[in-house]
């Protein structure tokens, strides 16, 4: 069944370590996005991509680092994680940027940082 | 930056009651989408408005964009258990803009 995933699930990782959250789309969508979720601050963007190879930075990306060379995956990674990288992470995928479009969210991963 | 705010943050309701949320920017949007999410699940697409004063109507639920398109509303009449969730409005700009949602409770 198609549709938008992401692994792992949760994670519990140390301050410092390098942490990658994986997400696979099968639609073949063109944008795909990542987004932290946070108490008092909804889904905030971090990085989105519009195609492979084309990546930019969303309100928070300092601390993230994403590629994309195939349409399908979106990785997302740590380079050095700290306690306030704790969150919910979305990725989300859309087949274009226009207005009507409807954006698709993965499950999330839950990401502990200590 | 365009910022969007809900209100109420947290709402508490009896099953049956009528209530509505908002959603409030002062800035102008070329489209408001409203997400309903469920504990441990992603955001999922309730209705996109692209009209200013548009309203658009999902079985007990009731969305209206403003005329000036920098608000939104959401109207559930008779609410359900199954209605619990938070709610999200994301207003499209140069990316989409989510705001911090409102929760909803429906106690049986």
């Known amino acids: 069944d198609a549709g938008i995933t992401q692994s792992p699930r949760y994670k519990i990782t140390e301050t410092g370590r390098q942490v990658t959250l994986m997400c696979h789309q099968t639609?073949?969508?063109?944008?795909m996005f990542w987004y932290r979720q946070d108490l008092g601050h909804g889904l905030r963007l971090i990085y989105y991509s519009a195609a492979a190879d084309i990546t930019d930075k969303g309100e928070v990306p300092d601390g993230y680092v994403v590629s994309r060379s195939k349409t399908e995956n979106f990785p997302l990674t740590l380079e050095s994680a700290t306690r306030s990288q704790t969150s919910v992470y979305f990725c989300?995928?859309?087949?274009?940027?226009?207005?009507?479009?409807?954006?698709?969210f993965g499950e999330g991963s839950w990401l502990t940082v200590v | 930056t365009q910022l969007l705010e809900q209100s109420p943050q947290f709402l508490s309701i009896q099953e049956g009651e009528n209530l509505t949320v908002y959603c409030n920017s002062s800035s102008v949007f070329s489209s408001l989408q409203w997400y309903r999410q469920e504990p441990g699940e992603g955001p999922v697409l309730l209705v996109t408005?692209?009209?200013?004063?548009e309203v658009k109507k999902l079985k007990r639920l009731t969305f209206q964009f403003g005329d000036a398109r920098k608000d939104s509303s959401l109207h559930i009449t008779a609410a359900q258990p199954g209605d619990t969730g938070l709610y999200l409005c994301?207003?499209?700009?140069?990316?989409?803009?989510f705001g911090p949602g409102t929760r909803l409770s429906v106690l049986p």
């Open positions: 994301a207003g499209r700009g140069q990316n989409f803009v």
């Open positions: 989300a995928s859309s087949e274009t940027a226009d207005s009507g479009n409807t954006i698709y």
């Open positions: 408005v692209v009209t200013g004063g």
């Open positions: 639609w073949s969508h063109s944008y």
